[in-house]
């Protein structure tokens, strides 16, 4: 019997084959290339929508493939567990912005949308995060005035991961300041449009081939057709679309921490010091059980939150706590595994020093882990109210 009996099926492990023969063969051979030259793997994501996996959640009438979560969870770990740049934003593409066109967008907005986002023509992108507005979702400066049969947006985006290379983008903006979140909607920006354009591309420790750019919008005009959903849902779109990013994140964290621990554990059982192999030292073995058994605990709590979300159960609290564990696990993994390195840890010939920078921003990246821990104890502070 296979592992997990109570969460994959065969539909399960086959894609799990599929996908990290997939990695192994294209994403990890340009991995060091990604991170070294900050180098965006275009050719990977093109081939990813023709192989159907940029629209693995979607229906198949928007170009998807129809499949669950849990599938999207080991997607996403494998790619991360190949190249973490690649991983993150493989589910950036996917959990931000694509989603939320499906959750929230108009019949002719899915319609336009949706294939092409699938398919891989085109790269998706959504701005929350401002320079003021980081962990504060709610304040946001950027603003949108409506002016007859269009919007106009004035303002900036910060750390927006995939905006150098995508079509779309999905921007909050205030709409009424008098409504505080309320007053917050959801707009399509599109690549070209006006008044909308780049700002800094930022020069990150990890995750170097993920672009994260500024944007900047000065009176930037666009259709009141691109309002995704009605105006003032932004704020519950957002919060709705971090619910699942988390989920997608937390897979990305275990992806980097698995390849971490795989390197850490053929290193070991190859090195030798003192005349022996370092494998057989009981600090290293203690070292490999930790990071085996946490591991495997983030896995089950990542599969458990998807789970959920698949069934259409509240996960919101799961989803926080597997992102936490998961990504607090991933930095505390790939630190050992350096470690078991020594001094070839901290060198580029091997790749745990790129999985431990790598690591890092899943604690940070859609939601904090201080954050994180205000979603599980509102969670957990209403259950009890409700007793």
């Avoid at 070292?287 to 959920?308: C, F, G, I, V």
């Avoid at 201080?370 to 599980?376: C, G, K, L, M, P």
Wanted: aromatic share 10%; glycine share 10%; proline share 3%.
């Amino acid at each position: 019997m296979h592992k997990y009996p109570m969460f994959l099926k065969e539909e399960h492990l086959i894609l799990q084959e599929t996908i990290r023969n997939f990695a192994e063969k294209e994403i990890k051979p340009l991995a060091y290339k990604v991170d070294e030259e900050s180098y965006f793997p275009i050719e990977n994501f093109k081939k990813l929508g023709e192989m159907g996996f940029l629209g693995v959640q979607l229906p198949e009438e928007y170009g998807g493939s129809g499949i669950d979560t849990l599938s999207y969870v080991i997607c996403v770990e494998e790619i991360g567990r190949a190249c973490g740049s690649t991983g993150l934003s493989y589910a950036a593409h996917i959990s931000l912005g694509t989603t939320p066109f499906y959750l929230f967008g108009t019949e002719e907005q899915k319609k336009k949308y949706l294939p092409k986002l699938a398919s891989g023509e085109w790269i998706g992108a959504w701005a929350l995060t401002e320079p003021g507005a980081g962990s504060d979702a709610a304040g946001q400066k950027t603003t949108a005035r409506r002016e007859g049969d269009y919007y106009i947006l004035s303002g900036s985006k910060n750390f927006i991961t995939n905006a150098l290379y995508g079509h779309t983008c999905i921007v909050m903006a205030m709409t009424d300041k008098e409504k505080g979140n309320r007053g917050i909607s959801a707009f399509v920006v599109e690549k070209g449009t006006p008044g909308f354009k780049l700002g800094k591309l930022e020069h990150k420790m990890g995750m170097r081939g993920s672009p994260t750019s500024q944007l900047i919008f000065e009176d930037c005009k666009i259709p009141k057709e691109n309002l995704l959903g009605q105006e003032g849902e932004g704020f519950i779109q957002a919060l709705k679309t971090l619910d699942g990013g988390r989920i997608s994140i937390g897979a990305l964290a275990l992806g980097i921490a698995q390849a971490a621990f795989d390197a850490a554990l053929k290193y070991s059982n190859e090195r030798e010091q003192f005349g022996k192999k370092i494998s057989s030292f009981q600090s290293i073995q203690n070292y490999l059980a930790d990071m085996a058994t946490e591991l495997h605990a983030a896995r089950l709590m990542l599969y458990h939150a998807a789970w959920l979300k698949d069934n259409k159960l509240p996960y919101s609290k799961e989803s926080a706590m597997a992102k936490l564990y998961a990504s607090e696990v991933s930095s505390k993994v790939t630190n050992l595994a350096l470690q078991i390195h020594g001094g070839y840890g901290y060198i580029k010939e091997y790749p745990v020093e790129r999985y431990l920078r790598d690591a890092k921003l899943t604690e940070i990246g859609e939601g904090t882990s201080e954050v994180q821990r205000i979603v599980i104890a509102r969670n957990l502070l209403k259950e009890v109210s409700s007793l």
